[in-house]
């Protein structure tokens, strides 16, 4: 199995930063992608950001040049660098991870969930 703990949600002002982690342990032979999901209120999840093994990225239009995903590939962790944040950013932050475990089986695991609020 694997898991996923994440860290560094709370609450900051519109144009305030925040920074997420998110560490992976347990029977993991290698990841392949590593990536933050959110979902607001009402709405279904979305995709934010995600960093392939190799080092290249992508992220969602709403929040390209604000966000930066960057991996630790020897300490299985990824974080989210959240910048200039809007109220619209506001939303449970989920932090996902896919690779192969010890056993080869391929895997996909989620976090608990940070909630991360925008507000004044």
């Known amino acids: 199995q694997v898991q996923l703990v994440e860290s560094g949600g709370g609450l900051v002002q519109p144009g305030g930063s925040l920074k997420l982690s998110c560490a992976a342990s347990?029977?993991?032979?290698?990841?392949?992608?590593m990536g933050w999901y959110r979902q607001a209120p009402g709405k279904e999840r979305e995709k934010v950001a995600f960093?392939?093994?190799?080092?290249?990225?992508n992220y969602a239009d709403s929040v390209k040049g604000r966000f930066t995903i960057s991996r630790d590939n020897a300490k299985n962790t990824v974080n989210l660098q959240m910048n200039s944040l809007k109220p619209e950013d506001t939303a449970v932050y989920y932090c996902?991870?896919?690779?192969?475990?010890?056993?080869?089986?391929?895997?996909?695991?989620w976090g608990q969930g940070t909630q991360v609020t925008v507000s004044s």
């Open positions: 996902n991870v896919e690779g192969r475990s010890n056993s080869s089986s391929v895997f996909g695991s």
């Open positions: 960093i392939i093994s190799a080092g290249s990225s």
């Open positions: 347990g029977s993991i032979f290698s990841i392949s992608a």
